[in-house]
């Protein structure tokens, strides 16, 4: 059945002049209804992107729709199922272009069923497979890979209190051809948020964390698995819970072997009771210690970097969604942008000023530098509701010099520093933070592997160390809430 759009992407509001680097424009999906842009790629420079869409009748689905890059409609297409309804739940939302030309997407379509959805160049459908588990297991979606012969799905494998992670290759119909489901512990939830191509095989990114409490995990760690071309485990690996790394949401593997995440925090913030996160890139090498990493803004619910693209420099560009206060006591999610280099050096973040709660799902480049991202916007006041946008930044991060607010992205330098002595250390080192209440002292090894951490009272502390090996340690001295860094530095223990 042939559905009529256009009225679908009424033309909200724009800002930007012609000749200006950019531009932000928000488009009404629907009425009564929320709608979400999920994810976006650039073909020929002809922005493509995906997003929920309810037809004529009120029927949810699945909208294709390419766009010019002054964020003109040029095509599109809606495609709703006779059965199931279409939506799509979890984490990157991911596009993806196929090496003939067309686009696919892994979704679900209400619980318990999985689908994969490929439409031509032409944005017409080519076919939708869907999947469900023999055991009543709900299939969740992450992500999708195009391979050679067909595709790799990955998902949540949700069956009572477990939370595991799955993988169907298909053939290049959508076809099953084998499935994994990966059960690694009980009682924690283990999600893959990306799969890439590494070598002969697939290195999957993600998190893992525990369910002690109903509404939120007490922790998260960033969690690696590399597998074979038939799925099968070639070795996994979980970061330190006690590291700042929550999980690992995108990431790209240099030359040397050493992988750039973008990832979030999840720490505990003491002033509202609760947990919470700071946006966080941080690079591992080879043998997944950390190198450097780089942690931005304040404690908030919900801010993370989700996208991570390459510029044709070789630098990175991070986008995700940085809280921030518009009037006294009322905050909104801005849509936010990071340019930094492989050496971990800040270029330039910069955070829109224009979009009302923004939260960003996608992002690509273009030939020209700029930068075009999609997500969705929750408009307040008359006629108000969720609409899905578009944002196309100039290489230097900003829509037009009136609407782009800079962000510090260096860590704050406190005014006191914790005194760290002796050093060289043999039995007993002393760390004192006399302006402080209290705070963690981390201890690693020489190759950043963490060893110990310790509690900090206000004054002098006297810490063993005699169960610590003996050659170079590394510290890093925080605060309770380890928003404040202060100290850091190197100790030779004999």
Not at 356 to 385: H, N
Request: glycine residues 10%.
């Amino acid at each position: 059945m042939k559905v009529i759009l256009i009225i679908l992407l009424t033309f909200v509001f724009s800002v930007g002049l012609m000749g200006q680097s950019g531009f932000i424009r928000a488009y009404d999906e629907s009425v009564g209804h929320s709608a979400d842009f999920m994810d976006v790629v650039i073909d020929d420079d002809t922005i493509v992107l995906y997003s929920l869409a309810w037809d004529s009748t009120g029927k949810q689905g699945i909208r294709f729709a390419k766009l010019d890059t002054l964020g003109n409609v040029l095509q599109e297409t809606m495609i709703v199922d006779s059965v199931l309804t279409l939506t799509t739940t979890y984490f990157r939302k991911k596009i993806l272009r196929t090496t003939d030309g067309g686009y696919a997407i892994f979704g679900s379509a209400g619980l318990p069923t999985a689908y994969l959805l490929k439409v031509n160049h032409e944005l017409e459908m080519e076919f939708i497979v869907k999947y469900t588990d023999p055991n009543g297991a709900s299939l969740l979606n992450t992500t999708l890979l195009e391979v050679d012969d067909g595709f790799l799905l990955v998902g949540k494998h949700v069956i009572s209190t477990e939370h595991n992670f799955f993988i169907i290759k298909t053939d290049e119909f959508g076809n099953e051809i084998w499935r994994r489901v990966y059960d690694k512990e009980a009682g924690v939830d283990e999600i893959m948020i990306e799969i890439k191509k590494v070598g002969e095989g697939f290195l999957l990114m993600g998190s893992r964390s525990n369910d002690l409490l109903p509404a939120q995990s007490t922790w998260g760690a960033g969690y690696l698995m590399f597998i074979d071309a038939e799925g099968n485990e070639a070795w996994s690996w979980t970061m330190d819970k006690n590291l700042l790394p929550a999980g690992c949401q995108d990431g790209y593997m240099l030359t040397d072997s050493s992988w750039i995440f973008t990832s979030g925090t999840w720490e505990w913030d003491e002033d509202n009771g609760q947990y919470a996160s700071r946006l966080l890139v941080f690079r591992l090498d080879k043998d997944k210690n950390i190198v450097w990493q780089k942690v931005i803004g304040d404690l908030w619910n919900f801010q993370w970097f989700n996208d991570l693209e390459r510029t044709q420099d070789g630098d990175f560009i991070a986008s995700g969604n940085l809280w921030r206060e518009y009037a006294e006591g009322v905050l909104f999610s801005r849509a936010v942008h990071y340019k930094f280099t492989e050496g971990g050096d800040s270029l330039w973040m910069r955070q829109d000023s224009v979009l009302e709660d923004a939260w960003v799902f996608g992002t690509d480049l273009l030939t020209s530098g700029s930068i075009i991202s999609v997500g969705y916007t929750d408009k307040y006041g008359a006629g108000g509701g969720r609409f899905g946008f578009v944002m196309k930044i100039g290489a230097d991060g900003c829509i037009d010099t009136l609407n782009c607010w800079p962000v510090a992205t260096t860590e704050s330098v406190p005014q006191v520093t914790a005194a760290v002595f002796p050093n060289p250390v043999n039995e007993v080192l002393t760390v004192s933070i006399p302006e402080t209440k209290a705070g963690y002292i981390y201890f690693y090894d020489g190759l950043g592997r963490f060893l110990r951490k310790q509690v900090l009272e206000r004054g002098d502390n006297r810490i063993k160390m005699s169960d610590l090996p003996k050659g170079m340690i590394f510290y890093e001295v925080w605060d309770t809430q380890r928003k404040i860094l202060i100290g850091r530095g190197k100790l030779v223990k004999v």
